[in-house]
């Protein structure tokens, strides 16, 4: 199994463009979430899904959508970047909601808005 | 809601010297308490995690944390550290910070930084 797979690895987009952040997984995990990581943040959840076809909203949702078509692929659409959303971008997923605690952690997009 | 704190944002040692790493918690649901490593550049790896039973609970390379339900802690250490434990840590509890007993609300990190 490869895991929780993002790509890219690192991105730089100019103020107002868009752009899709990729994240699958192959081990039919219903949960899968959206954090971003900021330097004395730590990692805030943008986005969450507990299965296909079913997404909310995290602590910091603005400026980023989300959509769950398939349980391998979760999505994290920027709709006009701005340079407040430059961070490093990873992607996890879990078995179900109940064990939404054991979480598997992609490498991570390293986003830079300039 | 759930909450953690961790009170120090960095921590130096010498190499082969103890360390603890200090986490405080809020939590509204059932505790599940969690710590994470990020090695430079990397993405996060469970060190170790309490769920139930034993409150000392052990993980890998070495790293130990206890559970204090009195004190709301779970506090991270190691007898003796390498210079290879150089790393971000993370502490995580069960649930969302807006509330919900699922995913997981991390810490804002402590960088331990190992001197020679």
């Known amino acids: 199994n490869a895991g929780v797979t993002q790509t890219p690895k690192f991105q730089v987009l100019k103020t107002g463009q868009s752009m899709t952040l990729q994240c699958a997984q192959d081990?039919?995990?219903?949960?899968m979430s959206w954090y971003r990581q900021d330097p004395g943040m730590g990692l805030r959840l943008i986005h969450y899904?507990?299965?296909?076809?079913?997404?909310d909203q995290g602590e910091v949702p603005n400026g980023y959508n989300v959509s769950r078509s398939t349980t391998e692929d979760f999505p994290l659409r920027l709709l006009s970047a701005a340079p407040s959303q430059t961070s490093v971008y990873f992607c996890a997923s879990s078995y179900s909601w109940r064990q939404s605690y054991e979480q598997y952690f992609g490498p991570g997009t390293r986003l830079t808005v300039t | 809601a759930q909450s953690v704190t961790q009170l120090d944002s960095q921590v130096p040692v010498f190499e082969e010297a103890p360390v603890e790493l200090r986490c405080n918690y809020s939590s509204s649901v059932s505790v599940y308490l969690f710590w994470y490593v990020q090695y430079p550049n990397q993405g996060l790896q469970l060190l170790l995690k309490y769920l139930s039973g034993s409150t000392l609970v052990k993980g890998i390379n070495g790293f130990e944390a206890e559970f204090n339900k009195s004190q709301t802690s779970f506090h991270l250490r190691k007898p003796s550290v390498h210079i290879s434990d150089t790393a971000e840590y993370f502490c995580?509890?069960?649930?969302?910070?807006?509330?919900?007993?699922?995913?997981?609300?991390f810490g804002k990190g402590t960088h331990l930084i190992i001197q020679p």
């Open positions: 995580a509890v069960r649930g969302r910070s807006g509330g919900g007993a699922d995913g997981l609300t």
């Open positions: 899904s507990v299965g296909a076809g079913i997404t």
């Open positions: 081990m039919n995990h219903e949960y």
